[in-house]
């Protein structure tokens, strides 16, 4: 374990860890053009496309758990790029769906060929991708993603 870890909370271990991956995405990605929050537009965009969808960018949002604006922000620099199309929805005309080009594939490719290869070293401890033990991880991860959370007023002191 990390020293001084031994004693942090839950939140905070949460914190550290997606810090440590976004750096390690981040550097990894780098070579390629990319940063880790457009890696991850990219890499569900693939997902997506390979499930037969061509979603919209509010759709990407959601799958993604980015911030609306942030995602157009994101694909304005990667239709910039010539990584991905961004196209009018024929049935409404207010939502933008996305597509990977022909560049954007192959650079998308590489970049999950490379963040994999990180994955696998994270999970390594825990017996890698296929491990009963990082089963469990992925499912109790799921479930705290799942929990909503609301603001908690706190008392701005009593007069």
Do not use: C, N
């Amino acid at each position: 374990m990390s020293k001084g870890s031994e004693r942090a909370t839950p939140g905070f271990l949460v914190w550290r860890l997606s810090t440590k991956w976004r750096v390690a995405v981040d550097r990894a990605v780098a070579p390629l053009g990319l940063t880790h929050a457009q890696y991850s537009l990219i890499a569900s965009l693939h997902g997506m496309q390979r499930a037969g969808e061509r979603p919209s960018q509010r759709r990407l949002a959601d799958h993604t758990g980015l911030e609306p604006l942030y995602v157009s922000k994101l694909a304005r620099a990667l239709e910039s790029a010539g990584l991905i199309e961004r196209t009018r929805d024929p049935r409404d005309p207010r939502a933008v769906q996305l597509a990977l080009t022909a560049q954007g594939e192959e650079v998308t490719r590489r970049a999950i060929t490379v963040v994999q290869g990180l994955l696998e070293q994270l999970l390594a401890p825990l017996g890698g991708m296929k491990s009963a033990r990082t089963h469990a991880l992925t499912d109790e991860l799921r479930t705290l993603l799942d929990v909503p959370l609301e603001p908690i007023e706190t008392s701005q002191g009593e007069s």
